[in-house]
C-alpha cells in the first residue's frame, strides 16, 4: 500500500470510531439503567460528558500539537480513547461509566484535531482535497453505523458497544506508530487557563441541568464570572473572527440549529424502547432513515454551496427541511421514519455549506481556529439540548415513578408527551437560527449591491 494511503488509513479508521461512538450509545441506553439501575438523568450524563469532553479539548489542542507533535498527540488520543473504551465495558457502576466516556470523550477529541493535519502532512497539495473528503466521509458512515450496529450489540449485551473499540484500537494505534513519521516540535507553553475554566464552568451546568439539581446550577452560577473573566484575558474564539460578521452571524446560526441534529436521535431511541417497548435492533432500523439521507445530501450540499451566489438561502432550505419534519414528529409521533428522511436531507442542507462559510470567514489563516470554534459551539448547542431531557419527561409526562427511576425496569412508562414537547421544543430553538440566516442575507445583499453602484459609478466617470 502506498505510504500516504497507509495513513489516510489509519486517520481514517480513528475519524470512524469517533464518529460510531458518538450514535451508538443512544441505543445502549435502557440496557445500561436497567444493568446499574440508573434513571434518565444520569443516562443522559452518559451522553452529555463525551460531548463536553470532545468540545473542551479543541481548545488547547493546536497549542499541544506543536508542542509534542501531530504523531504522539495521535497515538496519544487513540490510546486513551481505546483504554476508556475498555473500562467502561467492564463498568461497575454508572458513576464509573460517566466518567470514562468523559476520559473517551478527550482522546476522541485529541483524534479530531489531529487526524487532519496528518493527512495534510502526508499528501501533496493537488491530492489533499481528496484525501480530507473520504476521510469526512467516514464521519457521516459512522453516524450511519452506530445506530444500526448499536441495535444489534446491544441485543446481545450493551458492553460489546465499547469492547468493540479495544481490537481495533490496539491495531490502528500499532499501524500509527509504525506508518506515521515523526513531525517538527517547539516549545511554545500551552495555555490551559481557558480549557480548565470551560470544564470547571460547564461539568456543574450541565450536570445540573440533566440532574435537576440546584446545587451544581449553584456551583456553575459562581464559576460563571470567573469564566467570564479568563475569556475576556484569553478568549477560546479570536476577537477578529467574532468581529467578522460572516463568521459570526453563521456560526450563530450554526449554534441555534444543532439543537435538534442530535436531540432527534437521542430522544427517539429512548421512546421506541421505553415507551413503545421496541428492541434495540428495531429502534435501530426506524432510525437509520435519518443519517441514510444525510450521507446522500452530503456532497449535493457542497455542489449547491459551489453553484450558487447566495447560500445562505440553501442554509435556510435546509433549516425548514430539517427542523419542520422534528416538529410534525413532536406533535403526533407518528409517519417517523418518513420524516426522520426528510430531516435528514436538510440537515446536510444545511451543514455543508454553513461549515465552508464559516471555515473560510476569514480566509486560511484562520481555518483552524474557526473551524475549532465552530465545533465548540455546536457541541455546546448538542449538549444543552441533550441535557435538558429530564426536565421535559419530568414535567409533561404523567409517570407513576421518579425521575430518576425511569428504565431502571423493563416495565414500559408512558414518556410520549415529555418526549413531544422535548422534540418540539427542540425544533423551534433551531428553527430561530432563520432569523440570524436572514440578517446575514440581507447584510450580503447591502454589501453586493454597494459594490454593484461602485463599479457603474466608475464606469460612468470613465465614459465622461
Not at 502506498?2 to 451508538?24: E, P
Not at 444500526?148 to 458497544?161: D, E, M, Q, S
Not at 446545587?215 to 477578529?240: H, T
Amino acid at each position: 500500500m502506498d505510504h500516504r494511503y497507509g495513513i489516510l488509513t489509519v486517520t481514517t479508521l480513528s475519524t470512524l470510531m469517533a464518529a460510531i461512538d458518538s450514535t451508538i450509545v443512544y441505543l445502549a441506553l435502557p440496557a445500561m439503567g436497567q444493568t446499574f439501575h440508573s434513571g434518565i438523568s444520569y443516562l443522559t450524563l452518559v451522553v452529555a460528558a463525551y460531548i463536553i469532553s470532545t468540545t473542551v479539548m479543541l481548545v488547547p489542542a493546536i497549542e499541544i500539537t506543536k508542542r509534542i507533535g501531530n504523531r504522539n498527540f495521535y497515538i496519544i488520543g487513540f490510546s486513551i480513547f481505546t483504554v476508556s473504551s475498555l473500562i467502561i465495558a467492564v463498568s461497575l457502576n454508572i458513576a464509573m461509566v460517566i466518567i470514562f466516556r468523559f476520559v473517551e470523550g478527550i482522546g476522541a477529541g485529541i483524534m479530531t484535531s489531529s487526524d487532519i493535519p496528518i493527512i495534510l502532512g502526508a499528501f501533496r497539495k493537488g491530492e489533499r482535497g481528496k484525501a480530507i473528503g473520504l476521510n469526512s466521509i467516514a464521519w457521516s458512515i459512522g453516524t450511519l453505523i452506530g445506530p444500526v450496529l448499536g441495535g444489534f450489540l446491544v441485543a446481545i449485551n450493551w458492553r460489546y458497544i465499547f469492547l468493540i473499540n479495544v481490537p481495533i484500537g490496539i491495531g490502528t494505534i500499532l499501524a500509527g506508530y509504525k506508518i506515521i513519521k515523526k513531525d517538527k516540535v517547539n516549545k511554545l507553553p500551552i495555555k490551559y487557563k481557558s480549557t480548565i475554566s470551560m470544564a470547571l464552568f460547564l461539568i456543574p451546568l450541565i450536570m445540573g441541568i440533566a440532574l435537576i439539581n440546584e446545587y451544581y446550577l449553584l456551583i456553575a452560577l459562581i464559576i460563571l464570572p470567573v469564566f467570564i473573566y479568563v475569556q475576556i484575558k484569553q478568549p477560546v474564539i479570536d476577537r477578529k473572527l467574532l468581529g467578522n460578521i460572516r463568521f459570526s452571524l453563521i456560526t450563530l446560526a450554526s449554534f441555534l440549529e444543532s439543537f435538534v441534529f442530535f436531540s432527534v436521535l437521542f430522544a427517539l431511541s429512548l421512546y421506541f424502547q421505553s415507551d413503545l417497548g421496541l428492541s434495540s435492533i428495531d429502534t435501530g432500523l426506524i432510525i437509520f432513515t435519518y443519517p441514510v439521507a444525510s450521507i446522500v445530501s452530503s456532497p449535493i450540499g457542497g455542489i449547491l454551496y459551489d453553484r450558487y451566489r447566495h447560500p445562505e438561502t440553501i442554509m435556510a432550505i435546509g433549516t425548514i427541511l430539517e427542523c419542520v419534519p422534528v416538529l410534525i414528529i413532536g406533535i403526533y409521533l407518528k409517519y417517523i421514519p418518513e420524516l426522520l428522511l426528510i430531516a435528514g436531507f436538510g440537515g446536510s442542507f444545511f451543514w455543508s455549506p454553513s461549515t465552508t462559510m464559516i471555515t473560510d470567514a476569514l480566509g486560511e489563516k484562520f481555518r483552524v481556529q474557526a473551524n475549532n470554534a465552530m465545533f465548540i459551539l455546536r457541541n455546546i448547542g448538542i449538549i444543552t439540548a441533550i441535557s435538558i431531557l429530564p426536565l421535559f419527561i419530568l414535567h409533561f409526562s404523567r409517570i407513576n415513578v421518579s425521575i430518576g427511576e425511569i428504565f431502571v425496569s423493563k416495565a414500559r412508562i408512558d414518556i410520549s408527551a415529555g418526549i413531544g414537547a422535548y422534540l418540539v421544543f427542540t425544533a423551534i430553538i433551531s428553527l430561530s437560527s432563520l432569523i440570524f440566516i436572514f440578517v446575514y442575507h440581507r447584510r450580503a445583499r447591502s454589501s453586493n449591491t454597494m459594490d454593484t453602484a461602485g463599479v457603474v459609478d466608475l464606469q460612468h466617470r470613465t465614459i465622461k
